[in-house]
């Protein structure tokens, strides 16, 4: 009888270990996804100053928006999503979703490029006043993507890919004194409170927009 309670255990705390795992697979992923982004990014030099996982104010529904990584450079600011979807991804730049393909398995997800639309607005609303015309690039990476079959635009790739096209900017359009102003401007109104960064996720899931 001791041997079937013991066992009943167990298979009960293997299914709780189990449904755990699952539920915090997604989350572990998205975060080693980000994690090989910026060691990418990080490939860009001096010049180029990082800013992971940046909460700011905004006017859309849920009045917070949480950028994956902003670069601020000399030669401007690039604002990027990341996404670390596997499979083939398929979409229009105009679509409202875009779709993931694995072998016969199909899942629908909110555009990012519509997604990242709203960072550029929380990031132009923060340094318009002091730099009104400064444009802001955005990019999005799929890092573990086998095949991307984006149309429509050309800021959507991999790591590298994205590495490369931030290269091809290569005008200074900022002072060493400006980009770091900016840089400061950003990191200041970076949202640390953890219950803030808790209702963002628990808002972000109610629309649907992760």
């Known amino acids: 009888m001791k041997n ?7 298979f009960t705390f293997l299914a709780f270990i189990v449904q ?30 990082i800013i992971d996982d940046l909460l700011l104010p905004s ?28 499979g083939w991804i398929f979409g229009n730049a105009r679509d409202q979703y875009w779709t993931q ?7 629908r997800f909110y555009n990012p490029l519509r997604q990242n639309y709203a960072h550029i607005m ?9 730099f009104p ?13 086998g095949k991307l079959k984006i149309t429509g ?10 590495v490369a096209k931030i290269r091809t900017f290569n005008r200074e359009i900022l002072t060493d004194t400006d980009r770091d102003k900016i840089y400061e401007i950003l990191v200041n109104a970076d949202i640390k409170d953890k219950e803030s ?5 628990k808002n972000a899931k109610s629309m649907k927009i992760k």
């Open 20 to 49: 755990w795992v699952k539920y915090k697979f997604p989350h572990w992923k998205g975060w080693f996804g980000e994690r090989f982004v910026h060691k990418k990014l990080s490939e860009l030099g001096e010049m180029y100053k």
């Open 122 to 130: 929380a990031i132009e609303d923060l340094i318009k006043l002091q």
């Open 153 to 162: 635009t050309d800021c959507v790739g991999n790591g590298r890919d994205t």
């Open 101 to 107: 393909v694995i072998y016969r398995r199909k899942h």
């Open 59 to 86: 006017a859309g529904n849920i009045n917070t928006t949480q950028i994956d990584h902003v670069i601020v450079s000399n030669y401007g600011i690039f604002c990027i999503e990341t996404k670390d979807y596997s």
């Open 197 to 201: 960064r808790k209702l963002h996720i």
């Open 4 to 10: 079937i309670i013991y066992l009943i255990i167990w």
């Open 133 to 145: 015309n400064i444009k802001i690039f955005p990019f999005i990476i799929f890092p573990s993507a």
